[in-house]
Structures are given as C-alpha cells and as structure tokens.
C-alpha cells in the first residue's frame, strides 16, 4: 500500500529533551511538509522539502530541525529550544512543490502526538 | 495578501438532515481549493479539490462543493448527514499570490446528533 507513515503515534518528552518523529513515504513524491496542530487552529507550517538535500522553514520553524538525506523520509527533531512542543504533528507529502506552478494537493499521515511531562 | 476564513467553529445538525459548511477565500488570481476532513486523532484526508474545471465538484462520502467566484465562496455540502461524517473539515486555498502555498482555515468540528 502506498502511503506516509509516521512514528510513533504518541510521544512524550522531558523538559530539555530532544525528541524527533519519524516519516517515511512510499509515494515517490519530492516534496514533503511538517506541520503543527494545536486545538481550535488550523495547519502552521513548520518545514517543508521540495527536493532532497533541501529544506526550507515555514512559519514556524523556531526550536525544530529537519534533514531530507532520502526521498522517501524527512524527520523532525523538536529541540528543547521550542518553548511549547505540546501538539499533533502531521507529515505530508506531495508530488511537486506547489510553487513550482504545480496545483497539487498534499498526502498526510496519520500524525505524532507529543506530550511534554 | 491571501485568506481563507472558515464561517463557522462548530456545526452541528441531526442525523439525515443536510450538512452545510462555509468558506470564503481572499486571492486576487484564480485560487485551488481543497477541503479536507480529519477524524479524531487522525491524519486529514482529501475530500474534494477545485483546480478550475468544473465549479460544481463532487467528492468522496457524496459530498461536493460549487465555486462562486462573485462571493468568494467554496462551501461544502452533503444532502444528508450520516453519523460518520462527525469530524473536522478544513477548507483549504492555494494560489499565485502566495506562490501556491497552502493556506489552511481554521477548521469547522461538524457535530451529528442522533
């Protein structure tokens, strides 16, 4: 089956901590996304690939790093310098960057839950 | 500069009975739309997608959506609600304004009561 996964459904970190969520597409697409949602707010962009071995930062991308070293993955690491990491992380993928002139919709996983005890 | 603004928080209607959910967008070129729908603790999924063909566009679940591009508008609706459909539904637009970047409402939770 083709799809996103990511990993692990639900996280939990200590205050200090580095944690990083896991997504792996089998799509072949060359664009993926990480976003943050919190309740009662729509999608914020936290990062996004159009290509491998390039990465550019959304909106919010204070206290996150990404690498994209292979197409098929692009993980997250949440630093202990983002301040609120509580949130539902979703992945996405797509198969061109939209900005290219491409009109494309994106693929979400399932999303990574994390916690801060 | 590029919007898009979800009328409504929160919906809810009675089982059976027809499920309208608003969106405007603000885009000063020929906008993609998309709504998505995500269940609780899930990922989204693609209901439907507007992309300048047709402005009636039909989806999965019988749900569809009309562009109107006098009122800005690509609201969603489903002739009758079924007790699955309870979720929450994101309108989304993309557009050269923003160099087709995907700007996401705020999302509307859709309550079906039995």
């Known amino acids: 089956d083709g799809g996103i996964t990511q990993s692990p459904k639900y996280l939990f970190r200590k205050e200090g901590q580095n944690v990083t969520l896991s997504c792996e597409q089998n799509l072949n697409h060359d664009a993926m996304y990480w976003y943050r949602q919190d309740p009662g707010q729509g999608l914020r962009l936290i990062y996004y690939?159009?290509?491998?071995?390039?990465?550019q930062k959304g909106d919010i991308a204070e206290g996150y790093s990404v690498s994209r070293e292979k197409k098929e993955s692009f993980p997250l690491t949440v630093t202990s310098a983002q301040k609120n990491p509580t949130a539902f992380y979703l992945c996405?993928?797509?198969?061109?960057?939209?900005?290219?002139?491409?009109?494309?919709?994106?693929?979400f996983g399932q999303g990574t839950r994390l916690t801060v005890v | 500069a590029q919007s898009v603004t979800q009328l409504d928080s929160h919906v809810s209607v009675s089982e059976g009975t027809p499920v309208l959910l608003r969106c405007n967008y603000s885009?000063?070129?020929?906008?993609?739309l998309f709504w998505y729908v995500q269940h609780p603790n899930k990922g989204l999924q693609l209901l439907l997608k507007?992309?300048?063909?047709a402005t009636l566009v039909k989806g999965i679940n019988g749900f569809e959506a009309e562009f109107k591009k006098s009122e800005t508008s690509f609201h969603l609706t489903k002739p009758s609600a079924h007790m699955s459909d309870a979720a929450e539904y994101f309108c989304?637009?993309?557009?050269?304004?923003?160099?087709?970047?995907?700007?996401w409402g705020a999302g509307t939770k859709l309550i079906i009561k039995p």
């Open positions: 996405a993928s797509s198969t061109t960057y939209p900005g290219q002139g491409a009109r494309t919709e994106a693929f």
């Open positions: 885009s000063s070129y020929s906008p993609s």
């Open positions: 989304v637009v993309s557009a050269p304004d923003s160099n087709y970047q995907l700007i």
């Open positions: 507007y992309t300048s063909a």
């Open positions: 690939s159009q290509i491998v071995n390039d990465f």
